[in-house]
Each structure stands twice: as structure tokens, then as C-alpha cells.
């Protein structure tokens, strides 16, 4: 009797736990959306929406202001609204005139600044340190013409800098490099706005993670990809500078370029985006161009990228066109990229039809692993272009090609109706939930590539995979 007391008690703490995590993730979702619809027209609604998000979820208030909210002070002239092709067919699409569009705009802003002053003299201390670097970014932004008063924000921002070492938290970095970047277009504040370059530098140097990247956790391998891209940026902006060597302008390009998102960071490449966009107002996903642009000799520009082509493969043309080597290039090529990757780790399973797949039998091949669920919506978005590689590849198109799919916490039962009722013909094992963490998949859809001697290379979630592949392979 005491056994079924204990157990009945067990199986009520779990329902009881299950019950709490469902009412986390709805009161999470209630309140993060609630600020997004509430913020353009209601501050005082977004406000309270924003206070309950930092009680219940810090971490997520704190992404929603610098990666969202924080885009309604990003300078915008409207005349080029006026003339831009993408917002005036946007604009086509829903049926609104320009005057409208750019009406309702100014109204968000209005009240995005409203938001802003109230929650700068919240009750909680959370929520005011999670606001003070937009603030300060918004004082440099309206005295941009004022130097004295904007070199007295400067001064003030490094001294709130000082009193941290953590710049990854509210994005201080990135509020930073945007106030330097008002100060810097000012002959008479050019130094400080280096004190305050050399202060950012520094510190995204000293924290730049070096964690065994076969285990690192998915949070680790985002503020790696932070670090990073953020100190490529302060390399780039360092680079530009007029008075330079030619030998120092490489020097730092080279650090932006080697720390430009490799494989790994372009997993996690949402860690970066938005300060991308706030830092260049567009896409600039690496620096790697602007590098070999300022390569002097043919043999550097191919070791350069020899060595980009390991990690995004649109570069192995560039690289064949300046081979000189004596040995097919083909070989060339996949011998250094052996050297540079490490072995998959062997597994063999089962497959749906009763078979048994065992990885590295096919030696002659390249093999693609692609981990999935039934559950998951952007596996299945891929799936129709999924079973058509495959049928490439039996029909001869990609002979050396050879294509596994695992999927992960799933029921066979399910997996196989799945299958049928889409009339996919790819081959599918059961996970046997071990193999994700030899491969420490964090999300899905999630793809490997492995040569045929055994070495693998992740193929990053956001690009053309089938281009990558293709890349890779040919």
C-alpha cells in the first residue's frame, strides 16, 4: 500500500509539473506576443505585457527590447521609402499608399519612445538596466550634433561599460560600436571614440569561447557566435581606417576574416542577426570577400581560399581557378579536407523496412545524414526536396551520393504512416536516442555531410543545403 501511495504521489508530481510547464509556455507566449501587437498602438498595454515576461521569462524580455523593440530607433529617411522597390511593392501587396504606411510608422515610434521613458522608471531594477543602453544609444542619436554633450555620453557610456565585464548581456557591445560610430563622424571626438573601440576590443577578445566543439551546448555555441561576429565587426571598422599600413590593414582583415561565422556559428546564426542589422542596416554575414580583395599575390588568395572553401564550398571554384598543384584537384581538395575535419562517429540501425543501414559500408560515397521528426514543420517544408535527391541519386544523377535520414522521438508506427501517405521513398532508421548526442544535435532539421573516408561537416540550418551539398560533393 505504501508502494502505491508513492507511486500515485509520483504520477501526481509529474501531472502537476507537465500542468506548470504548459502554463509556463502559455503565459510566456500570451505575454511576448501580447507586447509585439500592443506596442504600436497601446504603450501602456505593451508595458504591463513587458513587466510579466521579465517575471516569468528574463531572458526572453531581455531578447524581445534589443533584438525587436529596440528597431523602432534605428534612423530611417523616409524619402527613401518614397523610391524603394521591395517597401513599395510590399505596399502593393496589402493595399496601402505610402503617406499611410509611413503614418502609422511614426505612430509606433511615437509610442515606442512613450514605452521607453516609462520603463526607464519602472519599480524594477530588471527591467531599468535592461533599457539603459538603448537609452543611451537614443541620448548620442539627439545630440549627434552637439559635440560636447555627445562626448559627455560617450565618457558616461565607458564608465557604465567599466562596471561590467559582461558585454553579451543587453547587447552593451553593440549600443557601444553604434555610439563610437556617432562620435567617430566628429574630427573633435575621433579619440574618444576610439577609447571606446579599444574598450569594446578588448573585452570581445578576452571572451572569445574555446569549448570542445563536439559538446558545447546550444546557449555556449550562441555567445560563441556573438563573440565572434562582434569582434570580425570591431576588426572590419579597425581596418578601415585611413592611416593604416598596407600590412596592418591585413592584419586586420585576417581577424575579421578568420573570425567570421564559421559552420558552427551559422547553426546559431539568429545569435548575431539582429546586431548585424543594427551595426550595417543590411546582410553582411561575413568578411571574407573583403579580405581576399586585399590579398596581394595569386598564392596567398589560394590558401585563403583553399581554407574558406572547407567551410562554405561556393568558394572551391575560386579555389580550382587558382590551383597550380600538379595532382587532380578534385583529390587536392578533398585530401585537405579530411586533414581538417574529424571523423563521424560509426553508428548502425535499423531501418523502417527491417534493414540494417551500418554508416561508412558505402566507401566509395559521400554520405548525408539528415536527423527529422514527424513533429517537426521545417522537416517535413523539406521533405518534397529530400526525396527528390534521393531519386537523384538512385537514378545516377549523384552516384556518389548516398543519403540516410534518422528520425528522433518518434514512433515507427508514425513514421512509417508518414511515409506512406506522402509516397516518400527515402530511407529512414529509428533514432535510437543515443545517436543525437554522439552528433550533438540541438534542433531539427539537422544535416551532416561525411566523406568517404569518414570526416563530417555540419551544413548549417539557413542556406541552401542542396547547394552545399552539391558543392561539396562535385
Known sequence: MKKLTLLSLCLLFAVLASAQNKASMEDYALNFNGFQRARDKYPDSAIRYLQALATIRPEAAEELLHESFAQSFIPRDEEKYRTDPAFLASLKRMNMTVDSALKITRESVKNAYIILEKLENDTSQ??????????????????????????????AYISYLKGTNNFYTQRKARYALMIARLMYNNDKLRSDADQVIKLIYNNLQDHQVNEDLTTIQRSIKEKRAWYRYMFAYCNFIMS????????????????????SPDILDKTVSHAYFYD???????????????????????????????????????????????????????????????KKFQQAPLFSLTQIDSNQYILGKNKEQWTLIDFWG???????????????????TMQGEMKNLNVITIASNDREPTVKEYMKNLNYTFPVVMSDNQIERKYNVSSWPSKFLVSPQGKYVVIPFNVDWQKYISDYIN
Open 126 to 155: 530588471f527591467i531599468k538596466e535592461m533599457v539603459f543602453p538603448i537609452s543611451y544609444w537614443i541620448q548620442a542619436q539627439k545630440n549627434f550634433s552637439n559635440p560636447e554633450n555627445l562626448k559627455e555620453i560617450g565618457k
Open 240 to 259: 578601415q581606417e585611413a592611416n593604416l599600413t598596407q600590412d596592418q590593414k591585413l592584419g586586420y582583415l585576417k581577424l575579421a576574416y578568420e573570425h
Open 276 to 338: 548585424m542589422i543594427f551595426l550595417f542596416g543590411n546582410e553582411k554575414y561575413s568578411f571574407e570577400e573583403d579580405y581576399l580583395s586585399a590579398l596581394g599575390s595569386d598564392e596567398e588568395k589560394f590558401k585563403t581560399v583553399m581554407a574558406m572553401s572547407m567551410n562554405n564550398p561556393s568558394f572551391k571554384q575560386k579555389a580550382k581557378a587558382l590551383y597550380k598543384g600538379k595532382i587532380n584537384f578534385g583529390d587536392y581538395w578533398l585530401n585537405e579536407f579530411n
Open 374 to 392: 514527424t513533429w517537426c514543420s521545417p522537416c517535413r517544408q523539406e521533405h518534397p526536396d529530400l526525396q527528390k535527391l534521393y531519386l537523384n
